[in-house]
Every structure is written in C-alpha cells, then in structure tokens.
C-alpha cells in the first residue's frame, strides 16, 4: 500500500533551520506532484509548498517564500523540505502529500490523494 513518512521534525530556537525528508513508497512517486502542508492547533490546513513531478516547477505560500526550499529525488522517493529562518509562527504539525493530478500548484488539502502521519515542528521565541 501506499506510505508517506514524515522526519526531521522537532524543536528548534527562532532562526534556526531545519530539514524535513518525507519517503514515499508503494506508488510511482514520479507520477504524483507533491505537497507540504501545515497544520497548528485549532487552525486548518494550510499549503506551504508545492513541486511538479518532474521537480522543476516549485510553489510557495507567501509566508514561506526565500526562507523554506521544497525538493525532490525521484530516484530515491524523497520529497524535502528546507525550512531557514524559522519562526514561532511555523510551529505545526508537518505533512507531506501526493496528488496524482496536479502540478503542485493544488493547495487545497482534498486535491491530494495520499498523507503521511505529520511530524511536529516547535520553534520558540
């Protein structure tokens, strides 16, 4: 079946970086576009970043753009995502997804067919 695993979470001081790695496995990974999502208490999910299948189409939300990276290695089945400069406000649960249709522009959460189990994301002031 399919699987996305989220790592690379944890808790860090404003300004500091952290790298999330989301393996995917049991679907073609390079047939799906893939998505980073967000979710902080009593907030919805929330788009952060997508890529294209291919990798060289990248999408961000306004509040991430020139501090996170998002990336991909098809070879491996990996989906990244480099996150610099963090701030209290990026505290979240992390998710990464799989959508079998788009180009990694959907950032509605029901456009993706596939979620991994999240991993947490805590920066402090």
């Known amino acids: 079946q399919v699987q996305l695993v989220e790592s690379g979470g944890g808790l860090v001081q404003a300004g500091d970086s952290l790298r999330l790695s989301c393996a995917a496995s049991?679907?073609?990974?390079?047939?799906?576009?893939m998505g980073w999502f967000r979710q902080a208490p009593g907030k919805e999910r929330e788009f952060v970043a997508g890529?294209?299948?291919?990798?060289?189409?990248?999408y961000y939300v306004t509040s991430v753009k020139g501090r996170f990276t998002i990336s991909r290695d098809n070879a491996k089945n990996m989906v990244y995502l480099q996150m610099n400069s963090l701030k209290p406000e990026d505290t979240a649960v992390y998710y990464c997804?799989?959508?079998?249709?788009?180009?990694?522009?959907?950032?509605?959460?029901?456009?993706?067919?596939?979620w991994g189990q999240g991993t947490q994301v805590t920066v402090s002031s």
């Open positions: 049991g679907l073609t990974f390079g047939s799906y576009a």
């Open positions: 997804a799989a959508d079998r249709e788009g180009g990694g522009t959907n950032t509605q959460p029901r456009g993706y067919e596939y």
């Open positions: 890529i294209s299948r291919s990798g060289r189409s990248t």
